[in-house]
Structures are given as C-alpha cells and as structure tokens.
C-alpha cells in the first residue's frame, strides 16, 4: 500500500503531512500501515477521502471496478427501445373487516 499512497499524493500533489492533517489521521499511523498486517478502516476511509480517491484505490493502487458499473448500465439499456412489462407476481388476500 506504500507504493500505491505515494503515487496516489503525488498525482493529487499533496505531501503526507497534508494527508494527515486533512484527514485527521497520525502522520505515524499512515506510515505504518505498509508494515502492519492489519489497517484500521475508518482510518483508511479517512485518508482516501482527503485524497478524493477510493479506499479500493489506496489499497491495490487501481480504480475500484464496481464504480460507475450501475451508470453504464443504464445507458446501455436506455441506448434504444425499451419496452417494460409489469406483472403482479403475488396477490395478497384482503381479511373481510367485521360488521
């Protein structure tokens, strides 16, 4: 993750002690997660939003493959005619209210 957070602040521009201070987290603790086998998430969380980036990106160093999946979804399916059928699947039995 160390190679991936440093070419993540220097295509933002930023330095570490930035980072740090933007997202409220020890300049210490970020240093250390190449070296910790386990991260605090909310940390990481933080961090990634100071640098605009996605947790998925700080971590393996590639955009997240889930963002924008349900946009180019829609587009491909609104690209022509669409035709959209509704069908009642279940009916539920109304109870008779007392007289």
Known sequence: MKKNLEAILK???MNLNQVSKVAQVPKSTIYSWSD???VNLKQLRAVALALGVSVHELAYGEPDPHVGVGTEFLEELFSG????SIHR???EKKEKEPS
Not at 81 to 84: C, G, L, P, Q
């Open 11 to 13: 295509k933002k521009g």
């Open 36 to 38: 910790q086998k386990s």
């Open 81 to 84: 005619d669409v035709r959209i």
């Open 89 to 91: 699947l279940h009916k």
